[in-house]
């Protein structure tokens, strides 16, 4: 399904990361460049400076990264992002890719099965992949995943040890739900945008 409003997230995302620019280089409680903002000598710090009262919390922080990851996506079917996190911290990331060194549905076209491509390797598999390649532990993490996973990509999440799902819109597989009830994993469905947020 086209999301027509992943450009308004993009562009909320793009003013959020400028306003981490802006603290890590001018934090104006050291620079006391909040003085020069009133005095017109920095335009446009006003307007940073209101981002920073509609401070993300973490889990729209995560679930924005993974919006973000969405973009590295080579299947023109379906953007997904994922981020593997635990205790605030970022494991892992992933986006729906081909096999490493094959040519991509942006190239050569989606490989179709069953009205699905299956050239791509899934978001989630790429995460879980990432970290392995790392040697990365994740057990007890928690993973943000722009669309909730298809059954095969929740098997291997739950066989990681994740106990937690966070998804950003509701994607076909009900089998996830009822697999997750059953074995306590967490599903949480934030949405791929803040409510509060311009979506
Ligand atoms: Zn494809
Ligand atoms: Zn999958």
Same mark, same amino acid.
């Given at each position: 399904?086209?999301?027509?409003?992943?450009?308004? %997230?993009?562009?909320?995302? @793009?003013?959020? +990361? =400028?306003?981490?620019?802006?603290? %890590?280089?001018?934090?104006?409680?050291?620079?006391?460049?909040?003085?020069?903002?009133?005095?017109?000598?920095?335009?446009?710090?006003?307007?940073?400076?209101? !981002?920073?009262?509609?401070?993300?919390?973490?889990?729209?922080?995560?679930?924005? !990264?993974?919006?973000?990851?969405?973009?590295?996506?080579?299947?023109? =079917?379906?953007?997904? $992002?994922?981020? %593997?996190?635990?205790?605030?911290?970022? +494991?892992?990331? $992933?986006?729906?890719?081909?096999?490493?060194?094959?040519?991509?549905?942006?190239?050569?076209?989606?490989?179709?099965?069953?009205? @699905?491509?299956?050239?791509?390797?899934?978001?989630?598999?790429?995460?879980?992949?990432?970290?392995?390649? @790392?040697?990365?532990? !994740?057990?007890?993490?928690?993973?943000?995943?722009?669309?909730?996973?298809?059954?095969?990509?929740?098997?291997?999440?739950?066989?990681?040890?994740?106990?937690?799902?966070?998804? $950003?819109?509701?994607?076909?597989?009900? =089998?996830?739900?009822?697999?997750?009830?059953? !074995?306590?994993?967490?599903?949480?469905?934030?949405?791929?945008?803040?409510?509060?947020?311009?979506?």
């Amino acid at each position: 399904m086209p999301d027509i409003s992943r450009f308004s %997230i993009l562009n909320s995302l @793009h003013q959020s +990361l =400028r306003y981490f620019e802006f603290r %890590i280089f001018l934090p104006p409680w050291e620079t006391g460049t909040g003085t020069e903002t009133e005095t017109g000598t920095d335009a446009g710090m006003g307007a940073l400076y209101s !981002l920073a009262m509609n401070r993300v919390s973490w889990e729209r922080y995560f679930m924005n !990264l993974a919006v973000q990851a969405a973009t590295r996506s080579t299947c023109p =079917r379906k953007s997904v $992002g994922a981020v %593997i996190v635990r205790d605030k911290t970022i +494991l892992s990331t $992933g986006y729906n890719g081909s096999i490493r060194g094959a040519a991509h549905c942006t190239e050569v076209g989606c490989l179709m099965e069953n009205d @699905h491509c299956i050239r791509t390797v899934h978001a989630e598999a790429n995460a879980l992949v990432q970290a392995a390649c @790392h040697g990365t532990r !994740l057990e007890g993490a928690q993973i943000f995943v722009t669309a909730s996973p298809c059954f095969n990509c929740f098997k291997l999440i739950v066989n990681a040890g994740i106990r937690s799902i966070s998804f $950003g819109e509701f994607y076909r597989d009900e =089998r996830v739900i009822q697999f997750a009830d059953e !074995l306590g994993i967490e599903m949480i469905h934030l949405g791929l945008a803040d409510e509060t947020g311009d979506e």
